[in-house]
């Protein structure tokens, strides 16, 4: 099935194939198409570098803290959560030991990874479609509102999306050369992702899945012996260094995994949905959001009659990362599945050429149907260019977490002799151990009221409300019984607002 398709498309053909070198296929590049890509690059650093400096949120914290301020054979051998993405801390670390200690400086691994995915979408979009549809998600990557948001972030994720998106532009490569190379660097790039971030290891299995279909439907059999050497060598690299680079650390691994955690009790299946479509409508704004849907869907059948492998690939490890999390009963959050971004924009921009094919058809003369055929793409693409860049501006209007705000209302705030306290780890670990307050955290109703008692006035700083709600519930019953809001600092995380609340104080 696979076979006969791609092999009538050219898509994954091995015979008279170019050099596709990641060298070369740079050096092809027209020149004029050599300055869009520069001018793409260009803006894309502007709008990561914007705000690159602004405070921290709670992940990035405990990253710092837990996993980069260490020394750095502590940072390779010890594993204290499943916050600590091991290649990001590594990289972290010799970027604060050059720069110093900034957010900017903690944030550069991320900000160059998501920089440098962008000419790796055109790399991977013009191996299996054409250079307008390559050059426009390319772009559409550059603005979009997460992948900026990302970019901004001390975490693994654009290295996982730089990596998902080279490891798929030399699987596929492989399959078309048959160059045991290819396989190689493969291998290299998906044990840096794994290193990066575990999901990879359920991506490359994915992976290893889809190119077994597609060779075992493959009828060149002295090719496919051949191919399958090559491709088992490749996955098996990969294998092979993932472990190498864990293993140091493997029993710290194996004993964290062994408690399952107790998030999942709020980043569910259904959680993660929603939040999602949450995430869409901020960067699509509403209706707009089902016309891309639409647009995506005929991108996905366009694929899949061109090329089935190259559609397996882009989506089946996401869906792989999501079973997993399900089956296993892990914690599921929007943000293990970023790394598809630059695959579900290649698919969307071919649904709007292939729509854009579809409303042209009736049309009987010749130059203007071509003309509409080449037109309605661009149009398209202008709008959701315009839509991406009106979602820019939430980004940039406040901070991930306003914890420094917060910190700095409250003490104002607040008269000799009352108490700022906090719950929930969100806010007591950070002005605990970042900001170097000694606050009290209060973890019970029967602590807040013992607290009023004593003090008369608590002040009391908390965020990640539905997290406190379903594991310290009676503790937020309390508060909204006893508590007045005085003060909600916003961020850009969800969930992430930081509200300063006030409890016993006569006058409530």
Not at 321 to 337: G, N
Request: proline share 5%.
């Amino acid at each position: 099935m696979f076979s006969g398709i791609e092999a009538a498309h050219g898509v994954l053909a091995r015979e008279g194939t170019p050099d596709m070198s990641l060298r070369n296929e740079l050096q092809r590049i027209a020149p004029k198409q050599g300055y869009v890509l520069a001018a793409i690059l260009f803006i894309g650093a502007a709008l990561r570098i914007y705000g690159l400096d602004s405070g921290l949120w709670y992940d990035e914290i405990v990253t710092l803290i837990d996993s980069v301020r260490p020394p750095l054979r502590e940072i390779v051998t010890h594993f204290p959560s499943q916050n600590d993405h091991l290649l990001y801390s590594v990289l972290g670390h010799i970027s604060i030991g050059i720069f110093g200690e900034n957010a900017w400086s903690l944030r550069l691994p991320a900000f160059l990874f998501g920089l440098l995915s962008l000419p790796i979408v055109y790399v991977l979009g013009v191996s299996v479609t054409s250079r307008f549809e390559a050059t426009a998600a390319a772009a559409l990557l550059a603005i979009s509102y997460h992948h900026i948001w990302f970019s901004q972030n001390a975490r693994g994720y654009t290295i996982l999306v730089f990596c998902a998106l080279l490891a798929t532009h030399l699987l596929l490569r492989g399959l078309r050369t048959n160059q045991r190379s290819d396989f190689v660097a493969f291998g290299v790039v998906t044990a840096l992702a794994a290193y990066a971030h575990l999901t990879m290891i359920i991506v490359a299995v994915a992976q290893a899945l889809v190119v077994a279909a597609y060779l075992l439907a493959s009828r060149n059999g002295r090719l496919q012996a051949n191919a399958w050497t090559n491709a088992v060598s490749g996955f098996a690299f990969a294998g092979l260094l993932t472990v190498l680079f864990y293993l140091p650390l493997i029993l710290d691994i194996r004993s964290f995994f062994a408690y399952p955690s107790e998030t999942k009790k709020v980043a569910t299946a259904s959680w993660a949905i929603l939040e999602t479509l949450k995430g869409l409508q901020l960067a699509y704004m509403g209706a707009g959001v089902f016309v891309g849907a639409l647009v995506f869907v005929v991108g996905c059948w366009s694929y899949l009659r061109q090329s089935p492998t190259v559609l397996a690939l882009f989506f089946v490890p996401p869906l792989a990362v999501f079973a997993t999390a399900v089956v296993l009963q892990h914690p599921i959050r929007p943000r293990f599945f970023f790394f598809a971004a630059g695959f579900a924009l290649l698919v969307i921009m071919r649904g709007a050429v292939v729509v854009a094919k579809w409303i042209a058809r009736p049309i009987s003369r010749q130059s203007l149907r071509d003309d509409l055929e080449h037109v309605l793409p661009v149009l398209a693409f202008a709008g959701m260019a315009v839509v991406s860049v009106l979602a820019l501006p939430a980004g940039y209007r406040h901070p991930k977490q306003d914890y420094e705000g917060a910190l700095n209302y409250a003490v104002a705030k607040s008269l000799p002799g009352e108490l700022i306290a906090s719950v929930g780890s969100g806010t007591s670990y950070v002005f605990q151990k970042y900001y170097r307050r000694p606050w009290r955290r209060l973890r019970t109703a029967t602590e807040l009221e013992a607290a009023q008692k004593q003090f008369g006035t608590v002040w009391l700083l908390y965020t990640f409300e539905p997290y406190i709600e379903a594991l310290e519930p009676e503790m937020m019953k309390a508060i909204r019984t006893n508590c007045m809001e005085v003060k909600i600092f916003q961020g850009t995380i969800a969930d992430g607002n930081i509200v300063l609340a006030k409890c016993g104080h006569p006058s409530l």
